[in-house]
């Protein structure tokens, strides 16, 4: 069974770090580019950052730009998202999903922003 | 960027109606537009991509057309199970960004 699973949310305060982690089974993970995206309480869906296939190639939405920074490991079949000065509306569920047609969706894991 | 305008944001209808909800890009993304469907408290699920290919398992009563700027998305026979918000997204202007449209609250009557 094709599998994300994605790991590492929990409380910060805001300026603070996080780094979460999306583990990836079921299929060549080397194969697909992969993104992060997130969903803030309520809200729709948000895009977060692209990583291609060999990392060559990353994107960031301009809300995150400069703070997020988005790797992979092939080997270990892991994405994941380093989140440095972390804001109140970074508060959202994140998930990571497959490709840029996103057609494997990890559960997600949940990240509050707040003092 | 490229904006998607979904509608309506929410809709009621009763068992075995036929609904539809609108995609409209700001600019033409030719048919790559994919829609989801997300049940409360669930990660989304792909249900169309480039705009009108159903993945394998999906029920046929999910279509998607559409090319250019307009896009529909139908459930020919709305079903209990159906109750969901849908969204529409687009990969044709990566980058700057994949983009989603604000999504359709779909309810029973």
């Known amino acids: 069974e094709m599998q994300l699973v994605e790991s590492g949310g929990g409380l910060v305060q805001p300026g603070g770090s996080l780094r979460l982690s999306c583990a990836a089974s079921?299929?060549?993970?080397?194969?697909?580019?992969m993104n992060w995206v997130r969903q803030a309480p309520g809200k729709g869906l948000e895009w977060v950052s692209y990583i291609s296939r060999s990392s060559s190639t990353i994107y960031y939405a301009d809300s995150v730009k400069g703070r997020f920074t988005i790797s992979r490991d092939n080997a270990k079949t892991s994405l994941y998202l380093q989140m440095n000065s972390l804001r109140d509306e970074d508060t959202a569920v994140y998930y990571c999903?497959?490709?840029?047609?996103?057609?494997?969706w990890g559960q997600g894991t949940m990240v509050i922003v707040s003092s | 960027d490229i904006q998607l305008t979904q509608s309506p944001s929410s809709l009621s209808a009763s068992v075995g109606d036929r609904v539809t909800i609108t995609c409209q890009a700001s600019?033409?993304?030719?048919?790559?537009l994919n829609w989801y469907q997300q049940k409360p408290g669930k990660a989304p699920k792909l249900l169309i991509s480039?705009?009108?290919n159903l993945k394998t398992g999906v029920p046929s009563r999910f279509t998607g057309s559409g090319s250019g700027t307009h896009f529909t998305f139908t459930i020919s026979s709305l079903q209990s199970e159906d109750v969901a918000t849908y969204y529409c997204q687009q990969n044709d202007d990566l980058p700057p960004a994949l983009t989603f449209g604000g999504g359709t609250k779909v309810e029973i009557k």
């Open positions: 999903a497959r490709d840029t047609n996103l057609d494997i």
């Open positions: 079921g299929f060549t993970f080397s194969d697909y580019s």
């Open positions: 480039h705009a009108s």
């Open positions: 600019q033409g993304i030719t048919n790559y």
